[in-house]
């Protein structure tokens, strides 16, 4: 049974950081793309940074334009986690942050598996 579980979610004042954490289990992690994607209030679920599968460290990354140059997502394959450092946070990246797990890509339809999310407020 494969489980993605995040953590790290908080309140944060703006211009702060975060790092997001989603361990994953039951899967071959290095076999998978890794994506996170975050849902707004009263919105829907978007796009904001993956990671592309990775026999060793690293792999491609691929961002949301207006993440670029704040969030960082990497990948520890010996730990089957994946990160997404977020510095400079905005009100506007006040969401659910959610990992997903598939054959990659910047979709929602293109990930097999799912985290059960967790929360990030930034304060202004």
């Known amino acids: 049974q494969v489980q993605l579980v995040e953590s790290g979610g908080g309140l944060v004042q703006a211009g702060g950081s975060l790092r997001l954490s989603c361990a994953a289990s039951g899967l071959t992690f290095s076999s998978y793309a890794m994506g996170w994607f975050r849902q707004g209030p009263g919105k829907e679920r978007h796009f904001v940074a993956a990671?592309?599968?990775?026999?060793?460290?690293?792999?491609?990354?691929y961002y949301q334009d207006s993440v670029k140059g704040r969030f960082t997502i990497s990948r520890d394959n010996a730990k089957n986690t994946v990160y997404l450092q977020m510095n400079s946070l905005k009100p506007e990246d006040t969401a659910v942050y959610y990992c997903?797990?598939?054959?990659?890509?910047?979709?929602?339809?293109?990930?097999?598996?799912w985290g059960q999310g967790t929360q990030v407020t930034v304060s202004s």
């Open positions: 990671i592309s599968w990775s026999s060793g460290s690293g792999g491609s990354t």
């Open positions: 997903a797990a598939g054959p990659g890509g910047l979709s929602i339809p293109e990930y097999d598996y």
